[in-house]
Structures are given as structure tokens and as C-alpha cells.
T-cell receptor
């Protein structure tokens, strides 16, 4: 089955700095890679996703890159703000063949210091 | 309006009891899921239903039984609760199975004493 490794487990940055979280996956059939943000006491919320037919996607301060050959994908947050502090999860899915099953990474606790 | 809702939000109970968690989505989605998040924040899928039909059943003790009365609802019943069942349980839904965004509910925090 799919295995997703996420690093680092904790990340501390100063406000305005960039933050990068990296994930690797094992199943070459995986073709959908979402990133979720989980704030304290809440459910995970999708912030950005990327499909296997593109290498990069941006949405304002957030970007995701995908390297299918190396089986890794990364989340980039620029100009971090204190409200970006949360737990971030990457995930991978093999799409229809997996019936939408998402395999999550272990999570990264991001702390942005004012 | 709440997209995916769960009740109760908190559940404290004794070992050996039976309890249920309810989930409802008003997004018109065809697929619903149950995830378990342990104390280390690790998220793992338990079950998935598509149009009331079970399509994913991970290695979960048979004390856990999902039930989908219609495609807007997916409930989780747990028999003979054990200490290790303490976790946060999240319901989620997506438009179709496959490469579609999954929307998560707020979670049910279960504590077994």
C-alpha cells in the first residue's frame, strides 16, 4: 500500500519568512496530492492540491511542487503570518483505483513567531 | 451553513460501553469517509461509502460498524469500547470517489475511561 513520509515534524519560523514542508510517497500510481491545514480543535481543511499532470501550482502565498520521478512533493508558504500557525498534512491518493483513499503524512507543526 | 457536521463533538464514556457518532453532509456529495486521528495527530482512513455502499474497509476491528442510511449520512457505531479507541474521529465527504477534494467535519473527541 501507499506510504507517505513528511518532514519536518516541527517547523518554527519568524513572521515574513518562508516555510517549506516536504513529502515523499511510495506508490507510483498515486496521482492526486492534497495539502491540508488543521487548526487547533478543528477538522483538516484543504489549502491546495496538485494532480500528476502538472509540476507546480500556486495560490497567493502558497505553492506546491511535484516531482513524479523522485516521488516527492513540497508545500511552500511565503511571507508567513502568525495565522499560518497550524498542523499541516500532505496526502496522496491513487485516484479512482483507490476509491479516493487518502494516505496522510505524519503532519508538520508550523509555528510562526510575530 | 455547515457543510459536514458531526455529533456529538465530545464523547466521554466507560470501557465496555457502546456508542455512536453521527455525520451529515449537505454538499450533495456521493462519497463519505471516516478517519481516526490518534494522540500523535496521525490521520488514518477507516471506512468509505459511495451512495450507501461500502467501498473502503481498512483493517479496523469489527467492533466498529459504519452505517449509511442515505448518501447524506454516515454514522459510526462502536461496540465494547476500549481505552485504545480514545481518539478524534473525523467524517469527510467528496463529490465522487477518486481525485476529488475531501471536506472534513469538525471531529468527535472520544475519551474512553
Amino acid at each position: 500500500g501507499e506510504n507517505v513520509e513528511q518532514h519536518p515534524s516541527t517547523l518554527s519560523v519568524q513572521e515574513g519568512d518562508s516555510a517549506v514542508i516536504k513529502c515523499t510517497y511510495s506508490d507510483s500510481a498515486s496521482n492526486y496530492f492534497p495539502w491540508y491545514k488543521q487548526e487547533l480543535g478543528k477538522g483538516p481543511q484543504l489549502i491546495i492540491d496538485i494532480r500528476s499532470n502538472v509540476g507546480e501550482k500556486k495560490d497567493q502565498r502558497i505553492a506546491v511542487t511535484l516531482n513524479k520521478t523522485a516521488k516527492h512533493f513540497s508545500l511552500h508558504i511565503t511571507e508567513t503570518q502568525p495565522e499560518d500557525s497550524a498542523v499541516y498534512f500532505c496526502a496522496a491518493s491513487a485516484g479512482g483505483t483507490s476509491y479516493g483513499k487518502l494516505t496522510f503524512g505524519q503532519g508538520t507543526i508550523l509555528t510562526v513567531h510575530p | 451553513d455547515t457543510a459536514v457536521s458531526q455529533t456529538p463533538k465530545y464523547l466521554v464514556t466507560q470501557m465496555g460501553n457502546d456508542k455512536s457518532i453521527k455525520c451529515e453532509q449537505n454538499l450533495g456529495h456521493d462519497t463519505m469517509y471516516w478517519y481516526k486521528q490518534d494522540s500523535k495527530k496521525f490521520l488514518k482512513i477507516m471506512f468509505s461509502y459511495n451512495n450507501k455502499e461500502l467501498i473502503i474497509n481498512e483493517t479496523v476491528p469489527n467492533r466498529f460498524s459504519p452505517k449509511s442510511p442515505d448518501k447524506a449520512h454516515l454514522n459510526l457505531h462502536i461496540n465494547s469500547l476500549e481505552l485504545g479507541d480514545s481518539a478524534v474521529y473525523f467524517c469527510a465527504s467528496s463529490q465522487v470517489t477518486g481525485r476529488e477534494t475531501q471536506y472534513f467535519g469538525p471531529g468527535t473527541r472520544l475519551l474512553v475511561l
